[in-house]
């Protein structure tokens, strides 16, 4: 009977170990928001192709998940409408390469159903036609004289290859093809035209790495042609972050870091460029490589995310 009472008192002991030890653990990740609840994951929509996109998702998905302990940040790449539209109907969390006023289109039809951050491009944006600075010219009307037989250029939906087709190339009078290409197309006819020292131009804008690899000169655009069908300049555009409307209270913590990042033309350029020396096939080698010399950059953001993650814990 003893020893039956001492097997049975242990037995009534280490259940009531696994209890308490239940009751004081905590159950998996949160995501940084603190608690037991599941291990948290986002949805960023990144539009095909684009490289700034690429970078600054990539370098969100990198923060919330080693920093913040999220599960998974889900990168998912589509045309730019289908982008917009994934936004607006939730399927989406976040898209960060919004670019206004070039993007009016596709932004007011999702306007009443996401909220806009603050721009987080600290910098002037540039977007038009250059051309290699061996060719020694700095203006569109000096194409034909220059002897430019082909302007490089971008997809056939993007808003500059609108421009050139049905104001650039008619009010110029300009003897140059326009070619459609995508953005990669494009940097690699790029890289071999600019190494035969060819006479052509492209379409750049800032932020890019091209920016920081090729010597080349934005053509002034005397006859303002370079605009949207509203008549803004193509240049004067802001980049900012649309997240879906009820982010903020779903998940502070993701909120506050995509509302708190910010770069300048430099550093952008720079986590392009890394991300491209790194190789595209997994762009976080190339983010992670970036966060090794740009800790002091990135620390700020992902505190304001940890305190946005404790403030409403404790609501």
Known sequence: MNRLSKKSLALVLALLVGVVAAGCGGGGGGGGQGGSEEPKTLKLGVAAGWTENIAVA??????????????????????????????????????????????????????NDVEQLDPWFDGTVKFGIVAPDYMNITSIDQLNEAGVKQIVGIDPGAIITTAILDNTIPEYGLEAEYIQSSEAAM???????????????????????????YDFTYLEDPKNTLVN???DPLDQAKISTIVRE?????????????????????????LEEAINEEGYDDPTVGV????????????????????????????
């Open 288 to 315: 992670k490589a970036w966060l090794e010399e740009n800790r002091d950059v990135a620390d700020p953001w992902v505190e304001a995310a940890k305190q946005a993650g404790e403030q409403a814990s404790a609501k």
């Open 229 to 231: 069908p509203q008549g």
């Open 58 to 111: 990539n370098l969100v998905k990198v923060l919330l998940e080693e920093d913040l302990g999220y599960q998974e940040v889900e990168t998912q790449t589509a045309d730019l409408g289908v982008v917009f539209e994934g936004v607006g109907n939730g399927d989406l969390d976040a898209f960060q390469d919004m670019w206004l006023p070039n993007h009016a289109a596709q932004f007011e039809s999702v306007e």
């Open 187 to 213: 940097l690699s006819e790029v890289e071999k035209r600019y190494a035969n020292q060819e006479k052509f131009a492209f379409i750049a804008w800032t932020p890019h790495w091209m920016n920081e690899t």
């Open 246 to 270: 009820d982010l903020k209270e779903d998940d502070p913590v993701a909120h506050a870091l995509l509302s708190e990042y910010k770069l300048n033309e430099e550093q952008t350029n720079s």
